[in-house]
Each structure stands twice: as C-alpha cells, then as structure tokens.
C-alpha cells in the first residue's frame, strides 16, 4: 500500500464535492479496489468512502419494481423481504455472489461501477432492463454498460440506487470459477412488460451482453428447448486456461435453457 487522504463524507453532496478533488477515488465495499490498491495497480490521491451515506443505502418497493440504493451490501440484497417477493432470481443471484465476506462488505452499486466482464449484478441489471440512478442523471441498463471495466459514468458522477422493475418470471444460472466464485458463464433470463430479455455475463471480451437471438426464440416459445437449440457464436468470446471461446459459446445456450427451467418451476 501506499499513502493517501481517506475521507469519510456523511451527505451525498460531501462525496460529489469530494470527488471533484484531483486524484479522489470513491470506494464503496472495496472488494476489488483494495486489491487493486495493493498491487499497486491504482494509486489515487483520496479515497472517498460512500457506506456512511444514509441516502445511498436500503430497499425500498413500489407498484413497479425495487430499488436498491447503491452502498446496499449482496447480503442485505440476498436477506431482504422485498427484493425476495419483487423478484426472488435478484435476491438469489446477490445471495450466491463469492463468499460470506464478499456479499457482507460488497455492494451492488460498486460492481455495477467496476463492470467486471465476469460479475452477476450486470447480468440482473441488463436481464431486467434496470435503471442506474446517479447523483445527476437515470441510465438505461441497455446503454449503461460499454464493454470490460466499462460505462457511461462520467468523471465523478456516483451510482445512487438501481431500480428493477418487477418481472413476471426471472431467473439466474451460473457455471461457477470455483476458487473466484464469478461466472465462467452466467445467464440472466427475464419475461419482462417490454418482452423477454437474456443477458450473459463471464463469457464475452467485451463484458455482459444481451443475446438476442436466443430472446428471439423464447419470444417465439419460452421453453428450455428454444433456448438451447440457439447456436451460439465462439466470435469475441473469453478464452482461458477455463474454457476455450467455442466452450463458452456452447454454455451460453445451456445455461439459458437451464435459467428458462429454472423460472418455469
């Protein structure tokens, strides 16, 4: 590690003019910064820490969905009565998120920041057509996420809560990295008002993405069978000591099939 200023803002306007300070960095649970900071890897100025801002935390229900406030930890997610009957696939998505102490000091809106091309929360964010609310604008999910460690932030901006609308089936599947605990492929599969949506995360170089050819065929019959009988391109795919890209490409269908069983159960 290395010396920085660590601030600890107690309102959401104190960490927006914190972070206008050259070389600050907000940090949320740290789950991936802090080993980021110790490999050196990222050497900022300031950290400014967001967990003792009230406004960021907590769930809160409506006629339409959830919302989530950014700092909200995936244990608090995973344990919480409304996510639970709003959407049950979001609360066991959070609830399977690496080990204990990842989903006690992790938070979603943290991993929806980072990006991470293996991460679950973007697949929810991007399978339920989520909203990213920040401390200036609302971002579509589906124009929120840019590609590996990538979105539409700006400079400073801060994630404040994330809205999913309540669909009317939903599920999650993930072929688990068993060290990590991350998705060497996960699929997020949503009948949703505006129709069915699939999102992928852990298996494109480019990060979480919707798979619109098998939201094709679900549309058509929302079967397991549709799903898989989807032939899956290996083009842009991850290739690793895991898994080559045609592997990931055949799993995609897969698992998609094996989240359409899931949510018909």
């Known amino acids: 590690m290395y010396n920085f200023d660590y601030l600890k803002p ?3 306007a104190g960490a ?4 206008k300070d050259e070389g ?7 789950q991936t910064l802090l080993p980021t900071l110790k490999a050196r890897l990222g050497m900022p100025e300031k950290l400014v820490d967001l967990k003792s801002v009230p406004a960021l935390r907590g769930v809160s229900v409506d006629g339409s969905g959830v919302t989530i406030g950014a700092t909200t930890t995936h244990a608090e997610v ?10 049950p696939a979001l609360a066991e998505l959070a609830g399977n998120i690496g080990d204990a102490q990842v989903r006690h000091r992790g938070t979603i809106g943290g991993s929806l920041a980072n990006n991470d091309p293996s991460a679950c929360y973007p697949a929810a964010a991007l399978g339920l057509g989520a909203t990213i609310v920040t401390n200036t604008r609302e971002i579509a999910a589906d ?21 999913f609308p309540k669909p ?7 072929f688990v990295q068993p060290a990590s605990r991350f998705a060497l492929v996960g699929v997020f599969v949503a009948q949703t008002a505006s129709g069915v949506r699939v999102a992928v995360t852990g298996a494109s ?11 094709a065929a679900l549309s058509t019959s929302f079967a397991p069978e549709a799903a898989k009988g989807v032939s899956v391109s290996p083009e842009g795919m991850i290739g690793d000591l895991f898994g080559t890209p045609e592997y990931r490409a055949s799993m995609v269908s897969v698992m998609a099939g094996r989240a359409v069983a899931k949510a018909l159960a």
Request: proline content about 0%.
């Open 78 to 87: 995973a344990g919480s009565a409304d996510v639970q009957a709003t959407c």
């Open 168 to 174: 009317a089936r939903a599920a999650y599947v993930k």
């Open 143 to 163: 124009d929120y996420f840019q590609g590996m460690f990538t979105t539409a932030l700006e400079e400073g901006e801060i994630i404040t809560a994330v809205r």
């Open 205 to 215: 170089e480019e990060g979480v993405f919707r798979a619109s050819d098998i939201e």
């Open 24 to 30: 600050a960095q907000a940090i949320s649970g740290g």
């Open 16 to 19: 927006v003019q914190a972070l």
């Open 10 to 12: 107690l309102t959401l």
